[in-house]
């Protein structure tokens, strides 16, 4: 691509650089940038650039936070007991979407993968074992992705923490309107394997 | 979507007001950023920042520059007698990256299209006239949408600029590698009216 503008050039390359953002969708961002008021768009980048440099991870589960502690964490509402280990941001948001936890987090920030070179000491797993130290847990959840890789850092952990604890696993098997043809064998398998109770699915 | 961090929110919902880009995906760029180092985040609001404020339009054909002509007005190594008439920057970046086009542009902003409101006085029209007073040109290339909307605007212009200027539009046919059965009447037959000697084809 031509431009007849350096400014503008590099405004679309800055965004070409974004994940999924090709030098077209870039160009389209550009331009419909450059037809709002220059207020705005001095709004929407003082934005950006705040989100990266005044958020920070929560101290207490390595989430994002505006604080030293994140919004969860320090919110007395929900139940100080239960502790939700997931891989990373994404899955927090995800799984407060669905409004059904009402416990906190810990973000591991990956999960142990040996061939991609991720062993326990590059998680945030030595501040997840310390919690059990000042906190009083009685049950652990474990949303991780049902690989391989998620059941060794399960294995692992429960190895690490205090056996007196609960711990549990989110439910694995057919996703709501999935089709049972189009199913995996392994989750085909696992959903027989773990099949529960009529009355308890209904009530739910 | 539930956030834990206010901050991240508030750049999700800045980029999920970019067109095209929806919650998901505007979670998908902020958790990149995230992850990016702040110095770079700082660079790429900056650079977003100063393309909307530094930037303006060249004062004689309207393109969007960085100076008050833009780089291809200023460029005395182009053809200073044509002048390509063209709706939109993107035309300009379109036309500019086939670089098979050596001489100036003008864009008008729009075409005349009165369903929509939009009239000759809406649109870079005067100025257009203007540039005959100071600048000899011979050829003016009507590089407009094929539609009716542009071919008012054809024939409005070739009525307001003077007669003695050689007016010409870009080719209209089957694009290169479209198939004929898949072509519309109204381009297939005007491009059986348009016809062209193989020769003058062949040698391009």
New interface residues.
Partial sequence: ????????E??VN??AR????GKK?A????????K?E?SE???????????????RF?KRCH????TEL???CSNQMRRQDMICVVEN??D??AI??T?QYNGNYHVLGGVISPLDGIGPNQLNIETLVRRFENETVSEVIFALSPTIQGDTTIYYLQKKLPATIKFTTIARGIAFGGELEYADEMTLARSLQNRMPVDSYMSK
Same sequence: chains 1, 2.
């Fill in positions: 691509m031509q431009f007849s503008s350096v400014l503008l590099n405004a800055e965004f974004l994940p999924g953002i969708t160009l389209r961002l550009v331009l419909h940038l450059l709002q220059s768009v001095a709004h929407f980048s003082e934005v950006i650039s705040r989100m990266r440099s005044e958020t929560c989430n994002v936070a505006d994140c919004s969860i941001l994404r927090v948001i407060e979407s409004q």
